[in-house]
């Protein structure tokens, strides 16, 4: 009997030992398969992680230094003789274009986050990420720092990081190679601009296309100069409008030294160009164009919305007529690519007249009946629209060996910026417009 006891003893001992073994090998076996979900490096991703700056070291970094050659190409704007470069989040350029045939670079102002500006009288007004900067221009020699509003683009920010006093702002976003990502859940969490908020920084499919650059946030007399239609810096009598997230905000330059801010007025989310013409400014966004009244200088008022499917859309406006180019990309969205003219004779009523397929188009000039069209890849494109229904019957010149980003046109000259540098042309017999001068853009990846 009491070898039978031993045996079943031995057997319940071995069944233990089974029972054991096998739920390890289960938990081990749920384990493998919970790390083939959640545990894989996920290769298809890649980490960006924010570079943070101290706001002293970014406020105290602006200074007019010796002319350099021009890297990458922004916004422009001319005052008397002078032509402004914008090199995006890293200053501006300043060429005496006295002579249009020959341009000479005099300077350049080192401005940290910069992307727009404008100038009126012997202001020069930027954005440095979330500060205005006035630089005094009345000495081209000796520009210098005359004031600054710090903190007046509330709505600055890069892919939903916001401002860290701790920390300073970020301005610049690293791969980091090293990183692996285990995330199982990636594809479920993609924010709007379409990435991954991941720890400190973000994750980015390999599929997707990433600036990283991009990805961080527009001489004599009294009278302001000029700028493009992908401006979002304007001037209007006494007052300076910049788009601002989804704001129009007001400052008052009546005393050019010392800016006031007198209004933030919301517009739309999507707000992307801004021009004036009158007392009235044209807002140029994804998904319309927006007629603001500003005869109350502090207090815009939006009067009418003319709607479009959801594309970029820069506008310019003469007498009459509104001419907006519409345009399909990455940041856009939308699948159209064109040219629309529009009647604003009734401001609470704008309506279309007529519209022309475009390439790819950008900025656009309107100078009596010379239309300028950028192109993107497929270059500048010039008519005559005297007839609105006929514009693309009557083309006066194609440049198609330039990528084409916006113009001014202005007492005859037309001054264009492209990728590849900047190019100025004499229209004043439109059917026989003349190429006076191009400077060159360096690229630094080379």
């Keep these: ?59 105290s970094s602006v200074a007019s230094i010796e002319p350099r050659a021009i890297e990458t190409t922004g916004k422009i704007y001319i005052k008397d003789q002078w032509l402004f470069v914008n090199e995006p989040g890293k200053g501006i350029h300043i060429i005496d274009n006295t002579n249009p045939a020959s341009p000479v670079n005099r300077h350049f102002v080192n401005i940290p986050g910069t992307s727009d500006l404008a100038v009126k009288g012997n202001i020069l007004y ?36 916001y401002l860290d006093a701790s920390k300073g702002l970020i301005t610049e976003w690293v791969e980091k190679k090293d990183v692996k990502v285990y995330e199982s859940d990636c594809d479920a969490n993609i924010q709007p601009w379409g990435g991954i908020y991941y720890g400190e920084g973000i994750l980015v499919r390999t599929d997707m296309m990433f600036d990283a650059s991009a990805a961080i946030a527009p001489g004599n007399g009294s009278g302001p100069g000029v700028g493009g239609s992908m401006a979002r810096f304007t001037i209007n009598a006494d007052h300076l409008y910049t788009l601002d997230g989804g704001d129009i905000q007001s400052i008052d330059i009546s005393s050019p030294e010392n800016p006031v801010v007198s209004g933030r007025t919301p517009i739309s989310w999507d707000m992307e160009t801004i021009f004036p013409y009158k007392n009235h400014l044209f807002v140029g966004s994804m998904s ?29 406006v003469q007498d009459s007529y509104a001419y907006v180019t519409l345009r399909s990309g990455t940041e856009c969205q939308g699948f159209t690519n064109q040219l629309e003219v529009i009647n604003i004779e009734d401001l609470m009523n704008p309506r279309l007249l007529a519209t022309y397929q475009m390439h790819n188009p950008f900025g656009l000039g309107i100078d009596g009946t010379t239309l300028f069209v950028c192109d993107g890849d497929q270059g500048l494109k010039v008519y005559d629209a005297s007839d609105i229904q006929t514009i693309d019957k009557h083309q006066l010149g194609h440049y198609d060996n330039i990528n084409a980003f916006d113009v001014i046109p202005f007492n005859d000259i037309l001054i264009m910026i492209g990728s590849d540098g900047i190019f100025q042309y004499d229209y004043s017999d439109p059917s026989n417009i003349q190429l006076l001068s191009k400077i060159e853009v360096v690229d630094d990846s080379e």
Excluded: W
């Design 1 to 59: 009997m009491e070898a039978l006891d031993n045996r079943l003893k031995k057997r319940i001992h071995v069944s233990l030992y089974a029972i054991i073994f096998l739920t390890g090998l289960l938990g081990i076996s749920v384990l493998l398969e919970s790390c083939t979900d959640n545990c894989e490096v996920r290769n298809e991703y890649i980490y960006y992680a924010p570079v943070y700056t101290g706001l002293d070291e970014l406020r």
């Design 126 to 161: 930027a954005d440095s990420y979330i500060d205005l900067v006035l630089l005094d221009i009345s000495d081209i020699n000796s520009i210098h720092e005359a004031n600054r509003i710090e903190n007046v683009f509330l709505n600055y920010n890069t892919l939903g990081f």
């Design 288 to 316: 319309g164009m927006h007629i603001i009244d500003v005869s109350a200088p502090s207090q815009p008022v939006k009067i009418s919305t003319y709607e479009h499917v959801r594309v970029c859309d820069p506008v310019v």
